[in-house]
């Protein structure tokens, strides 16, 4: 069945170190991927997709992503973790003119 | 401009009240969604209208009764919720339903609470 699994429930990192989260799709085609993030009784923002094309995409605040077809993957990066970041992310794929979400990652940043 | 709008931010109703809740975009696009989230889990798809018609209703009680009046408005009417139906209703829209133009905005949501 297509779906979007994301591994880690919680990642904790420190102010300015490095992130990636993880995010690895069942789909049988090239899926349309996106990532969202939402603070804490807010909507979601679209950070960037991924349709085709260059497999690194870069986003708002200075995130990035990586499509990997081989590993069925498209990690979200960011080289420096500001505690702003501090949120639930959220990958998802376009299925059946549906998105269908993993199940999120909250990120804790830590001073 | 990506902004999607709704109101009210909150919401308290009693199980046997009717309220309603309401989106609005200005962006063109043609696709809007209501999405249910409750704490911790992703967003559950609850109504996609396309063109200002119903295309998807993904087996919601009838309790939750979509509108869409024109294509930047759209309402989701309220009426002898449960407490269990207390949730982030977020609302998104997408230029179109297929393809890259799936691209969905979504609002700030409203926090609904049913005592």
């Known amino acids: 069945a297509q779906s979007v699994t994301q591994p880690d429930i919680h990642i904790t990192v420190s102010e300015g170190a490095s992130l990636e989260l993880r995010c690895n799709y069942s789909y049988g085609a090239t899926p349309y991927l996106f990532w969202y993030v939402q603070s804490p009784g807010q909507g979601l923002q679209l950070l960037l997709k991924y349709f085709s094309g260059d497999t690194l995409v870069q986003g708002i605040k200075g995130f990035e992503a990586e499509f990997k077809r081989s590993q069925s993957s498209f990690n979200l990066r960011k080289p420096s973790v500001h505690w702003s970041d501090a949120a639930e992310y959220f990958c998802a794929m376009e299925y059946g003119n549906k998105l269908v979400f993993g199940a999120g990652t909250i990120l804790r940043v830590k001073s | 401009d990506t902004e999607v709008t709704q109101t009210p931010k909150h919401l308290v109703m009693g199980m046997t009240n009717k309220k309603s809740l309401k989106c609005e975009q200005h962006?063109?696009?043609?696709?809007m969604y209501w999405y249910k989230q409750k704490a911790k889990k992703p967003p559950e798809l609850m109504f996609v209208?396309?063109?200002?018609?119903?295309?998807i209703n993904e087996s919601v009680p009838s309790r939750f009764s979509p509108e869409c009046p024109n294509s930047s408005l759209l309402n989701l009417h309220l009426h002898a919720l449960q407490p269990e139906d207390s949730a982030l209703y977020l609302c998104?829209?997408?230029?179109?339903?297929?393809?890259?133009?799936?691209?969905?905005?979504f609002g700030p949501g409203t926090r609904l609470t049913v005592l």
């Open positions: 998104a829209s997408s230029q179109e339903r297929s393809g890259p133009t799936i691209t969905q905005y």
């Open positions: 209208y396309s063109y200002e018609k119903l295309s």
């Open positions: 962006m063109g696009h043609r696709a």
